[in-house]
């Protein structure tokens, strides 16, 4: 298994509701990743986890919460967010350091805030 | 601080024409990798080459080649012979993996659309 999954593929949310994006790997990488990317834009980087912790976090707002519950799972809980989150939301893989260097990106969940 | 820049906003071209997409990066680091990616309309990011610092060699792969020179930060990539099927936005990256092990983001250009017309 080569790829990075990643559910849903879209999704609707009111700004009251609560949802999750879902990301999973099974290619034994360490380190998974949050990018969050606009319209014409490139990936930004939100949310680093190496070895199930978190390493990295881009100053994002509290709103986005992030969850490694193990070495194949990432999760992005969703709370209370505004229209401006709409975005496409990017989930990554790479391998421990020292093996071939790389990324591997999930096809992504469009978010829609209304 | 890491940045890459890729200067060319948009570029339109007719078929079987050459192209070539520019990337200028700086770095700090003497260990850091250089990527190239695709993302076509449907948002998928395809991986197309991974390069690290101390390998300047040029790649060619099909219709694509890479020309890396660390004397001017640059990391260029020229499609031959474009296709339709090339059209797309790409993106130039660079990593800098902490020296002690752990993870790094990728840090992207801003992108380049690369429309090729029939």
């Known amino acids: 298994d080569t790829e990075v999954t990643q559910t849903p593929k879209h999704l609707v949310m009111g700004m009251t509701n609560k949802k999750s994006l879902k990301c999973e790997q099974h290619?034994?990488?360490?380190?998974m990743y949050w990018y969050k990317q606009k319209a014409k834009k490139p990936p930004e980087l939100m949310f680093v986890?190496?070895?199930?912790?978190?390493?990295i976090n881009e100053s994002v707002p509290s709103r986005f919460s992030p969850e490694c519950p193990n070495s194949s799972l990432l999760n992005l809980h969703l709370h209370a967010l505004q229209p401006e989150d709409s975005a496409l939301y990017l989930c990554?893989?790479?391998?421990?350091?020292?093996?071939?260097?790389?990324?591997?990106f999930g096809s992504g969940t469009r978010l829609t805030v209304v | 601080a890491q940045k890459v820049t890729q200067a060319q906003t948009e570029i339109s071209v007719v078929e079987k024409e050459d192209v070539t997409l520019d990337c200028v990066y700086e770095?700090?680091?003497?260990?850091?990798?250089l990527f190239w990616y695709k993302q076509p309309p449907s948002g998928e990011l395809v991986f197309l080459i991974r390069r690290n610092s101390f390998d300047e060699q040029n790649e060619i792969s099909g219709r694509y080649s890479w020309n890396f020179q660390k004397s001017t930060s640059s990391f260029n990539f020229t499609i031959t012979a474009s296709q339709v099927v090339d059209s797309a936005v790409y993106f130039c990256?660079?990593?800098?993996?902490?020296?002690?092990?752990?993870?790094?983001?990728?840090?992207f250009g801003k992108g380049t659309h690369l429309i090729i017309q029939p």
């Open positions: 770095t700090r680091d003497t260990t850091y990798y």
């Open positions: 990256a660079l990593s800098e993996p902490p020296s002690g092990g752990g993870a790094d983001g990728l840090t």
């Open positions: 290619m034994g990488h360490r380190a």
């Open positions: 986890y190496s070895y199930e912790k978190l390493s």
């Open positions: 990554a893989s790479s391998p421990p350091t020292g093996i071939p260097y790389g990324y591997t």
